[in-house]
């Protein structure tokens, strides 16, 4: 225990007046560091001690000394090594371990002789026995022994990168003038109670220590398919569109279906398809002049069309569903658009979560996320939604692409969208595109001559293709693994 150790310290003081944290350390036969971080504690407390800092040398081992201290000197090695008759200097060089210099040193020491007079040198012993000091000096300075042994010799021990010198900072403990030999425990919190007993006056407090490592927050983690959002969203807004508010998950049947020209009987309004909403089941407030002109274009036609020539109820239209997709948005928009006094032309984009009632599997969800590009001007064509569809899906890294023509009720023409994947080594079906019927413009108010072109992908597809999903399950629902959201790398879609 710390405080065990601190109060050891102090009546060590009490009884001897002073003492250095190392000499402490012996005596207590603990770790200095510890003896070190109890005085610390101590001098939390107040002025119970007085420490002055010291620095002393002290000569350690290298670990070339310490091979030395449990094998012997070099030159002893040479020595060992040498049989009576004498061996060859070339043998010995080849055999021990950094013979050059045990081979001097010995030579010096005059442990050993080359003879000569055989032909061939010989290198022969010289004594009978010998003491390796060398060794025995090392060991002591190990025990923290070497007193006795001078410098000189430690600095040519030093020379031979056998010793080091190292220093030692410690402190001189003396007893202060709040000097006491039991430690109390700081308070480290301020009570509601002491502040109403007034006790607080006469406790100590422990000060904040500001070089403590706090401890690491956990940030939060964004999942894949956010990764992919924010990719997405960085492209619209280098092409220079702006994000419609998709804040609104419920949507009635009309800005879902009808301003969209969807008839009421169409199949995708039936409830194997959308999710209609019990409570409230219904809306209630609705532009009307532009809904008669939308009852009047279902049913009776005009600007140019038959219509689709049925009764338009109210009704079917008030109904409240979950959005089917955020061309519902695009509608809002358009219409808020055509209520501007002056047009002026606009590129909207959108990504957000729509719903639909379909039969899950391994790729379908009952929600999902769609990405929704939309652009109103003067005279835009086919031409030019092949020319944005290639520009916007090159940002994506696709190169090829390919049309099919499709039908939705409220584009014509429309056009599926096929990318040439070049990892997957095949076509894939990227989204859906057209260019927006008068029958839904026109009743808007916007300018004949204004066409709006638009299209539409999911959000998850390309992020399963991005981070290699072929289970829809593993990127969303409750089957997801949470370590996939804090692992999946930052998403970079290749940019051209
Ligand atoms: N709303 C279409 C869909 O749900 C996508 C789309 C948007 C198609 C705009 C054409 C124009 O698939």
Redesign the pocket.
């Known amino acids: 225990m710390a405080s065990e150790l601190a109060e050891r310290i102090l009546s060590y003081l009490d009884q001897n007046g002073h003492v250095d944290t190392f000499d402490l350390a012996s005596v207590f036969n603990e770790d200095h560091q510890k003896v070190v971080g109890a005085v610390k504690s101590i001098e939390a407390l107040g002025e119970l001690i007085s420490s002055e800092t010291v620095t002393r040398k002290k000569w350690t081992l290298t670990d070339e000394g310490k091979a030395v201290a449990s094998g012997g000197s070099h030159e002893a090695l040479v020595y060992n090594f040498i049989p009576t008759e004498g061996i060859a200097q070339t043998v010995i060089m080849k055999e021990v371990p950094n013979a050059k210099v045990g081979f001097s040193k010995a030579m010096s020491a005059g442990w050993i002789m080359v003879d000569k007079s055989a032909g061939s040198p010989l290198v022969k012993r010289k004594v009978e026995t010998i003491t390796d000091t060398v060794q025995e000096h090392l060991k002591a300075v190990e025990k923290e022994l070497d007193e006795a042994i001078s410098d000189s010799i430690k600095n040519d021990y030093k020379k031979r990168k056998l010793l080091q010198e190292i220093i030692i900072k410690s402190f001189v403990l003396r007893k202060g003038p709040e000097f006491t030999t039991t430690v109390t425990k700081l308070e480290t919190d301020l009570t509601t109670e002491m502040l109403a007993s007034g006790s607080w006056k006469d406790l100590k407090f422990k000060a904040y220590n500001f070089d403590a490592l706090g401890a690491t927050p956990e940030p939060g983690y964004l999942h894949p398919l956010l990764n992919v959002r924010t990719e997405f969203r960085q492209i619209f807004l280098e092409m220079g569109f702006s994000e419609m508010p998709t804040n609104n998950y419920i949507e009635n049947s009309f800005w879902n279906f009808d301003a969209l020209f969807q008839p009421q009987q169409h199949p995708a309004r039936d409830a194997h398809d959308t999710f209609f909403m019990s409570d409230p089941a219904t809306s209630s407030k609705f532009p009307m002049e532009y809904l008669e002109k939308v009852k009047k274009v279902h049913s009776q036609g005009g600007y140019g069309s038959q219509g689709y020539g049925y009764n338009w109820k109210i009704e079917e239209a008030q109904k409240n569903i979950l959005r089917t997709?955020t061309?519902a948005v695009s509608a809002r928009m358009l219409y808020a658009l055509a209520q501007q006094k002056e047009f002026q032309p606009q590129k909207y984009f959108s990504i957000d979560k729509v719903f639909r009632n379909e039969t899950l599997d391994a790729t379908h969800l009952a929600e999902f996320h769609?990405v929704?590009g939309v652009i109103a001007d003067y005279n835009l064509s086919l031409a030019d939604l092949i020319q944005v569809l290639h520009d916007f899906f090159s940002h994506l890294g696709f190169k090829k692409m390919q049309f099919k023509p499709a039908y939705?009720p409220y584009?014509e023409p429309?056009m599926e969208i096929f990318c040439f994947h070049e990892g997957l080594d095949k076509w894939i079906e990227v989204g859906?595109?057209?260019v927006f019927r008068p029958e839904m413009l026109l009743p808007m108010g916007l300018p004949e001559d204004v066409n709006v072109i638009?299209?539409?992908l999911s959000l998850e597809r390309p992020t399963m293709i991005k981070y290699g999903y072929n289970n829809i399950r593993d990127l969303v629902g409750p089957k997801v693994d949470l370590k996939m959201v804090m692992e999946s790398p930052l998403c970079r879609l290749d940019r051209n």
């Open positions: 997709h061309t769609q929704e939705n584009t429309s859906n595109s057209g638009a299209w539409g």
